[in-house]
């Protein structure tokens, strides 16, 4: 029988950092409500975005994009990992079950539904769109992924230089967005997926060692240069994708929402007070530790439930009101109160693939560990962008300018999730 929340908050040493759980938790509670808001579901079964619909509520996104938020927290939690689990392929193992098991779970289940859809000609309407959409916010995680890869390096670097090593990363941002507007260079922007959210994670080590010491001023520069780069500048004013834009702050990211990355972490850490104080709490803090021991499964799951409350709405025959219209307003609620009862029983199923397993000895060949990540990255992000839709057709997506599948994106994750696991050689020890 596993651990409680309750016994495991009861456990927490007084040293831990309970703010910064709970600003994961937080985090990726903002991104899964903003992705229920944003999805925009007509009668006939089309996906749009309500910030296309309604183009004024794109500003909202400079408080709910706050996917730089959780990049910012798992740079802090993946210094103190590193220091106390310094032998790299240990490190990465550690760092990165939680993350694939689960993952792994979610791409098996929808893969074979997928499967068998496409076999029975069920694919069409609203269950084709889910089978392309469900896949998309795995970006996040092969971002993630290369966060962990890097942090034994960057930690390095951070420990010698300080925000000298921020400097850099964001300097290699500014360099990118330079070329790719000023001299049209093909293909640099795609270097920005490193320099931008690695300079955030990087801000996570700063904050570990205790050197974030301005907030104020690091959220005031960076609402400074957010509203400068949008203003003059040919970046657009949402902080995530939209439909059709042609150029955008998220993919690839831009200096824009680097500025607006510092702007959050400033501001979370001007709340951090009044945050500890709120998470010392002990029932505020039970309610942390049991969320973060699902928060990566919901993750993966809450887009299928929300897409599975618009298929039961079709499917009961329900008139879906015009996005932004006053009847459809009305709708949010209920609608989200059936995604988090589903999502809550996706979460049961699946849960157990998100807890942790009994200690293994290391963590394998470090040459190995590092190619397993690699490839675990690009098959995640080629994943995200391809889809299940069209699985038996041969569809697929260019990554950077390399052609992917979906097929050989899931072969990638799975070849990349084993050589991470391998066990440990002595010889490699």
């Not at 008139?319 to 006053?326: D, I, V």
Request: glycine share 10%.
């Amino acid at each position: 029988m596993g651990i409680s929340a309750r016994e495991l908050a009861a456990a927490t040493p007084a040293s831990r950092d309970r703010y910064v759980d709970l600003l994961r938790v937080a985090s990726l509670a903002v991104v899964v409500l903003g992705h229920w808001l944003m999805a925009a579901v007509t009668t006939d079964g089309q996906v749009g975005n309500l910030l296309a619909v309604v183009p004024e509520l794109q500003v909202v996104t400079w408080l709910f994009q706050v996917m730089p938020v959780f990049f910012f927290v798992g740079g802090f939690s993946h210094a103190l990992a590193h220091r106390s689990r310094p032998q790299y392929a240990a490190f990465l193992r550690a760092r990165l079950q939680r993350l694939l098991r689960p993952t792994m779970v979610f791409v098996g289940v929808w893969g074979a539904a997928a499967l068998l859809l496409q076999l029975s000609g069920a694919d069409g309407g609203l269950t084709g769109v889910a089978l392309r959409l469900v896949t998309q916010p795995l970006w996040f995680i092969g971002i993630y992924l290369a966060m962990v890869a890097f942090t034994p390096p960057l930690l390095r670097l951070h420990e010698r230089w300080g925000w000298g090593a921020f400097a850099v990363l964001a300097g290699g941002a500014v360099a990118v967005d330079v070329l790719r507007f000023a001299a049209d260079v093909p293909f640099v922007e795609f270097l920005n997926f490193a320099f931008v959210w690695l300079a955030v994670h990087q801000l996570g080590f700063l904050r570990a060692d205790g050197m974030i010491r301005r907030p104020a001023l690091l959220a005031g520069a960076g609402l400074v240069g957010a509203t400068a780069l949008v203003a003059l500048g040919p970046y657009p004013l949402s902080m995530v994708g939209m439909p059709g834009e042609k150029v955008s702050n998220m993919a690839p990211p831009t200096l824009a929402l680097l500025c607006h990355g510092l702007w959050l972490v400033g501001a979370v850490e001007l709340l951090r007070g009044p945050g500890a104080r709120l998470v010392a709490r002990a029932s505020v803090w039970r309610a942390v530790v049991a969320a973060n021991g699902i928060a990566m499964t919901a993750f993966l799951w809450h887009l299928t439930a929300m897409l599975g409350v618009y298929g039961a709405m079709l499917g009961l025959g329900a008139e879906l009101p015009a996005p932004a219209s006053g009847a459809w307003w009305a709708q949010v609620p209920l609608r989200f109160a059936a995604a988090v009862l589903l999502t809550g029983l996706l979460v049961a199923v699946f849960r157990r693939f998100e807890a942790p397993g009994l200690p293994r000895p290391g963590g394998g060949p470090a040459p190995l560990a590092a190619l397993g990540v690699a490839l675990a990255l690009f098959g995640v992000l080629g994943l995200s962008m391809t889809g299940f839709a069209g699985l038996l057709t041969g569809h697929s997506a260019t990554l950077i300018a390399v052609p992917v599948t979906a097929p050989a994106a899931v072969a990638l994750i799975l070849a990349g999730w084993l050589l991470v696991d391998r066990p440990t050689s002595r010889r490699w020890r």
